[in-house]
């Protein structure tokens, strides 16, 4: 065998291959060769095919350092490329051993040891069938100043609108081989964002840099993409190789699967601050939505429709649809009727009339609302250890009726606490900022909470999260109340002093006062109550 037709069946050039000669030179030499086809920054190098195992040692020795040769005196990077390594199903990453910096005189033992990776049980079984079917890689190493590996679509949840990048400074064998984390950026368009930074390898900008080339490439083999990069000492980027992502989830869609408008900064999303489990939204905030609606029927004669709310890959969104058009029509003849007969409790809905409705709310919260719910929840816990377990459901099913029933309060009353501080910011906007700066906020801080409130430590109103301890919830220390309550009385001070020129603005200005710092205290005191449930109605699921 002459050494021409040996050079020719046994070395091939990374800038000659394309992914027609998978056979011969594996799957992530084409890939590169195709990358360098495409103007894609890659290490110079060559390819010994998976045939090179018919040629004697000596000849592959001396194939090798003619071709290495050409590259350059060194250091190298040996590398496999197996047949079946980075196709669309597998990726074999981490399967097959790669030697960086190997000097010149040293490839044909840095190639020796890949080629046996190949023999290990590990790939044997990851890999069957494929005894010696192994190409392998000599490139010109790159000296990196920072190192890594970027994704193109987000691995946890399949969204293809995020570029996942996770880097180390200098070489990314202990990122790959786990002895590091690095630090981790997810970029979108042009905005980068760092989730964590142990090690500061790169900034924002190159972590753009690194999105962009990547998202290029994807585009351009139309998968997402799982690529290794390297920077060097000169800032320029170089691709060491790109594989199809695979096991990714399915693309993330964020559209709704019922038509109209939701949100989560309403009602209930507000409470909600991660993805809800299926028991909890399935039985727990269905019940408490269903209450809530039927409660607002009954005072506003509003009526809702339906679905209350959605749930988009895990997170719940709250239905905005009853002020839509046609639901306000709906909603039309029987608010009329209410209007007509609890004209009060109708004037709650907009700001400037709210002031004759909170007294009627929270009369209902005081004498009816809170009482009947202290004491059913107090029932529960007297009866929930001793209930048979086929009763607990129906225990369950109760408080979160009341519950519910106690929000749809919550709504009104706290409701109206909102609207009367939008009165007063407004106010303070129009007649006393352009004198005194500022703002309204110290007006409403600094009030004493009830003395019988009773903690829960609710993190969640998902079952799923297990209440804290009473000790752990966040309290103000006293001296730091009495320096708000000096505060909110100095701001007191200075806006009646600067209206006092207008006493007609001045009256104004002291009901409205009044009524908005009457709301702050049973605002909080509501909001906390709300989940003395929770934990009754979490030790009956557990049961």
Not at 15 to 22: K, N, P, Q
Not at 272 to 295: C, K, N, Q, Y
Request: hydrophobic fraction near 45%; charge should be neutral.
């Amino acid at each position: 065998m002459n050494s021409t037709a040996i050079r020719s069946a046994t070395i091939r050039r990374l800038a000659d291959l394309r992914m027609a000669d998978v056979a011969e030179v594996g799957g992530k030499a084409a890939n590169l060769g195709e990358l360098l086809a495409a103007g894609v920054r890659v290490p110079d190098g060559v390819v010994l095919t998976a045939g090179a195992d018919r040629v004697t040692a000596d000849e592959r020795r001396s194939l090798l350092l003619d071709a290495a040769r050409d590259l350059g005196s060194g250091p190298f990077a040996v590398r496999s490329s197996g047949i079946a390594e980075d196709g669309s199903e597998h990726s074999f990453a981490g399967m097959f051993e790669s030697v960086l910096n190997v000097p010149l005189d040293e490839l044909p033992s840095g190639i020796d040891r890949t080629l046996a990776s190949a023999q290990t049980s590990r790939a044997a079984e990851y890999q069957p069938g494929a005894h010696g079917q192994m190409a392998v890689i000599i490139q010109r190493m790159v000296a990196p100043a920072a190192a890594g590996v970027v994704l193109t679509a987000d691995p946890i949840n399949g969204d293809r609108q995020a570029c996942v990048i996770t880097a180390v400074r200098g070489l990314a064998d202990r990122l790959v081989a786990g002895a590091a984390v690095g630090d981790e950026w997810a970029v979108r368009g042009d905005v980068a964002a760092p989730r964590r930074q142990p090690e500061h390898a790169i900034d924002r900008r190159q972590a753009v840099q690194i999105a962009t080339e990547a998202r290029r490439i994807a585009a351009a083999r139309g998968t997402p993409q799982d690529i290794e990069w390297a920077i060097d000492a000169e800032g320029a980027l170089w691709v060491v190789q790109a594989r199809p992502m695979t096991a990714l989830p399915p693309d993330v869609s964020w559209a709704s699967p019922a038509p109209g408008a939701y949100t989560r900064m309403l009602r209930f999303g507000e409470w909600i601050g991660e993805p809800v489990t299926p028991l909890f939204e399935s039985w727990l905030l269905t019940a408490m939505e269903d209450r809530m609606h039927a409660f607002f029927r009954e005072q506003i004669g509003q009526i809702a429709p339906r679905p209350y709310h959605v749930v988009v890959n895990g997170w719940y969104f709250y239905s905005i649809n009853f002020i839509s058009g046609g639901a306000l029509l709906r909603s039309a003849p029987s608010m009329l009727v209410k209007a007509v007969r609890h004209p009060r409790h109708i004037a709650g809905i907009i700001p400037p009339t709210v002031r004759h409705s909170f007294p009627v709310f929270e009369r209902k919260w005081r004498e009816d609302f809170q009482p009947r719910y202290r004491a059913s929840v107090a029932d529960a816990e007297g009866r929930v250890e001793t209930l048979p377990v086929a009763d607990l459901p129906a225990l369950i099913d109760e408080l979160a009726k009341l519950a519910g029933e106690y929000f749809g309060g919550i709504a009104a009353l706290s409701g109206a606490a909102y609207k009367m501080e939008m009165n007063l910011a407004r106010f303070y906007q129009r007649h006393l900022a352009p004198s005194l700066g500022g703002s309204h906020l110290p007006l409403l801080a600094g009030f004493e909470q009830p003395v019988d409130l009773k903690r829960q430590g609710i993190v969640s109103l998902d079952w799923l999260f297990a209440p804290m301890p009473a000790e752990a919830t966040a309290t103000t220390p006293a001296r730091n109340h009495g320096r708000v309550v000096a505060a909110r009385q100095a701001a007191e001070a200075a806006a009646f002093e600067t209206l006092a020129s207008s006493p007609r603005r001045l009256r104004a200005f002291r009901r409205m006062l009044a009524d908005a710092q009457h709301l702050v205290p049973i605002r909080e005191e509501q909001t906390e109550e709300l989940t003395i449930a929770w934990p009754v109605m979490r030790r009956a699921v557990l049961r």
